[in-house]
């Protein structure tokens, strides 16, 4: 599919966001101008889509960056440790800073996030394995090592609750003036862009990339602290979306190749529409209620993760 026909595919389905909800969307009050209309689509149904656009996006890109820089198609920062760490940083945002703003606690998710991250590519190389299965199978282990650790601060202080319902991935507590930090993706998204033939390179390994004139390391550092930033906005803001980094950049490397700059856009694009038609489905099945996405997310990501680890292990 070009990204033209995916350009027209998320128009349509943000229209069908903006009209899909609880409460129905009067057209012709919206055109009046009505009170209560303008307020459904200005308090709630653009922030919502935008939401969805920018976590879409952030998270997808995140994925294709990382298994560029790993060379393995199984590493995202669900199976890399990432989002755990960054669920760690916010749990103790809350211990530490108990009254502190969105800033301070996505400040926290980010170098939590950085950290885990930084962990997980380290035990990598020292392990020196490339086998494509054993490598995510590290992360998402450790992801579990982190995530029992957090759960049990949680327990400690009171705040499984709290963090239980703010992790869970879901769009439909997104209104205005709480979704505006993901405005501060944009210009990571572009730093991407910008290095994106630096971390073809220097997934190519160390050598190579010495024979180019890089330092491998420091662009994988660069790389992983874009990723790290991504995710902890999207956490913070939405919560965990799992394997939405894992299942698109593989769907787009499947078909257009592996040159990351040229697959960028598509990835973004593709994550976009993913996450819009998983939400739409989300508040259709059980309308007027609603599954939350990190829900619908978990459950399509773990089969479409086993498939392409069974397609990964018996090519033919």
Known sequence: MTNQKLMLLTVILSIGSLLVGVQNLDL????ALEETPV????????????SILFAGIAMSISGLIMQQLTRNRFVSPTTATTIDSAKMGFLFGLLLFPGSSLILRMVLSFLFALGGTFLFMKILRSLGTQNPIIIPLVGIMMGNVIDSVTSFFAIRFDLLQNIGSWMQGNFAMITRGRYELLFLSLPFLVLAALYANKFTIAGMGDDFAANLGLKAETIQRIGISIVAILTSLVVINVG?????GLIVPNIVTMYRGDHLKNNLLTTGL??????????LLGRLVIH???IPIGLMIGVLGSVVFLVLIVRRRHPA
Request: proline share 9%; aromatic share 8%; no cysteine.
């Open 270 to 279: 593709l994550g976009a529409n993913f996450l819009l038609l998983t939400d």
């Open 288 to 290: 007027p209620y609603e």
């Open 240 to 244: 965990q979306i799992p394997y939405l």
């Open 39 to 50: 307020r459904i689509l200005t308090l709630s149904r653009i922030p919502r889509l935008l």
């Open 28 to 31: 012709q009050g919206l055109l």
